[in-house]
Nanobody
Framework: QVQLVESGGGLVQAGDSLRLSCAAS????????MGWFRQAPGKEREFVAA????????YYADSVKGRYTVSRDNTKNTLYLQMNSLKPEDTAIYYC????????????????WGQGTQVTVSS
């Protein structure tokens, strides 16, 4: 088991940037595949981005490709999500998640979740 705590969310205007962080403790972070997901009101949780245990390349949903960058610092047990050119449709609660195994995008296969951080983008 791993404990995950997200931070960095907030209220921004369209076109602005935010960087989310996810601090991990417990089970070995460096061997985990890490992911970011989001859930907007009335919608299902969806995949945003993920990164393998040793990086550095990330995998992205088409809706964020070219605007978001996922990274990790295994020396600090921290996962990041740099979000640029934010749009109102990016508004959601953002969750980080961990799994040990193959990188998959279906949230049902991720068993370790943080509590989430709210991102609100105004037009």
């Amino acid at each position: 088991q791993v404990q995950l705590v997200e931070s960095g969310g907030g209220l921004v205007q369209a076109g602005d940037s935010l960087r989310l962080s996810c601090a991990a403790s417990g089970r070995t972070f460096s061997s985990a595949v890490m992911g970011w997901f989001r859930q907007a009101p009335g919608k299902e949780r969806e995949f945003v981005a993920a990164i393998s245990s040793n990086g550095p390349n990330g995998y992205y949903a088409d809706s964020v490709k070219g605007r978001y960058t996922v990274s990790r610092d295994n020396t600090k047990n921290t996962l990041y999500l740099q979000m640029n050119s934010l749009k109102p449709e990016d508004t959601a609660i953002y969750y980080c998640a961990a799994r040990w195994g193959v990188l998959v995008t279906n949230p049902s296969y991720w068993g370790n979740w943080g509590q989430g951080t709210q991102v609100t983008v105004s037009s």
